[in-house]
């Protein structure tokens, strides 16, 4: 990895595939479950944060009991991952990740979905090629993404941090990326509103394109083929 290289890591759930709506439809599904009423997109980008259960607190101001969190967390993954397979690719990405290994520098994929879940979900998008390495959570789903973000660095070899840039839509991402040393640039695509993504003091853009444009500059990327990120 020379002095001007640079890697990007990709959220995957509403950065890389465009899964919002899914994610609605499990959310009401899993509030049903529970006696809550429906929330709306709009409401849920103003208050959606991880750890999930946290959310749920600001949604319903009180954490929920076990026994709530058990029934919908297994409700939202079992109605999410069936309508996650019709999900898209967010606009651009299948070019983006193409553009960006044609350029002589290094991705890989960081997300709290199910790791066993994920890989086989990346691969029937074709986009497993771009990537070093892909890691998805093992173990609960009630967790943050700092400490398994800063495992992920560890894992590329020869990749040091501030030559890293983190590209999610929500505020955990940003939040994981500091606490590993790496940048972070945040996309409105996803889970969180705009001005929620903003106090987290870091760039926010509107598309995947700004996001890669943006991550090769602060990175210092200089293409080894002479093309533009």
């Given at each position: 990895?020379?002095?001007?290289?640079?890697?990007?890591?990709?959220?995957?759930?509403?950065?890389?595939?465009?899964?919002?709506?899914?994610?609605?439809?499990?959310?009401?599904?899993?509030?049903?479950?529970?006696?809550?009423?429906?929330?709306?997109?709009?409401?849920?980008?103003?208050?959606?944060?991880?750890?999930?259960?946290?959310?749920?607190?600001?949604?319903?101001?009180?954490?929920?009991?076990?026994?709530?969190?058990?029934?919908?967390?297994?409700?939202?993954?079992?109605?999410?991952?069936?309508?996650?397979?019709?999900?898209?690719?967010a606009?651009?990405?299948?070019?983006?990740?193409?553009?960006?290994?044609?350029?002589?520098?290094?991705?890989?994929?960081?997300?709290?979905?199910?790791?066993?879940?994920?890989?086989?979900?990346?691969?029937?998008?074709?986009?497993?090629?771009?990537?070093?390495?892909?890691?998805g959570?093992?173990?609960?789903?009630?967790?943050?993404?700092?400490?398994?973000?800063?495992?992920?660095?560890?894992?590329?070899?020869?990749?040091?941090?501030?030559?890293?840039?983190?590209?999610?839509?929500?505020?955990?991402?940003?939040?994981?990326?500091?606490?590993?040393?790496?940048?972070?640039?945040?996309?409105?695509?996803?889970?969180?509103?705009?001005?929620?993504?903003?106090?987290?003091?870091?760039?926010?853009?509107?598309?995947?394109?700004?996001?890669?444009?943006?991550?090769?500059?602060?990175?210092?990327?200089?293409?080894?083929?002479?093309?533009?990120v």
């Open positions: 990895m020379g002095k001007n290289a640079a890697h990007i890591v990709w959220d995957w759930n509403g950065t890389l595939l465009h899964d919002i709506d899914a994610v609605i439809a499990a959310t009401n599904a899993s509030f049903e479950e529970i006696g809550l009423p429906p929330i709306t997109l709009e409401r849920y980008r103003e208050l959606y944060c991880v750890p999930v259960p946290r959310f749920y607190e600001r949604l319903i101001g009180r954490l929920p009991t076990e026994e709530e969190w058990q029934v919908m967390d297994a409700t939202f993954h079992r109605y999410y991952w069936v309508m996650a397979e019709n999900a898209g690719l606009l651009g990405a299948k070019q983006l990740l193409a553009d960006w290994q044609a350029a002589g520098f290094t991705q890989s994929l960081c997300s709290l979905a199910p790791h066993d879940l994920l890989v086989p979900l990346v691969r029937t998008h074709g986009i497993e090629q771009h990537f070093v390495r892909v890691d959570r093992i173990g609960e789903s009630n967790t943050g993404k700092a400490a398994q973000m800063v495992s992920h660095l560890a894992a590329l070899e020869g990749v040091p941090p501030e030559q890293v840039v983190v590209i999610g839509d929500a505020a955990d991402d940003a939040i994981a990326a500091a606490h590993a040393g790496a940048h972070a640039v945040l996309y409105t695509g996803g889970s969180h509103s705009r001005a929620s993504l903003e106090a987290a003091g870091v760039p926010v853009v509107d598309t995947l394109t700004e996001a890669a444009e943006l991550a090769g500059r602060m990175a210092g990327a200089r293409p080894s083929n002479g093309s533009v």
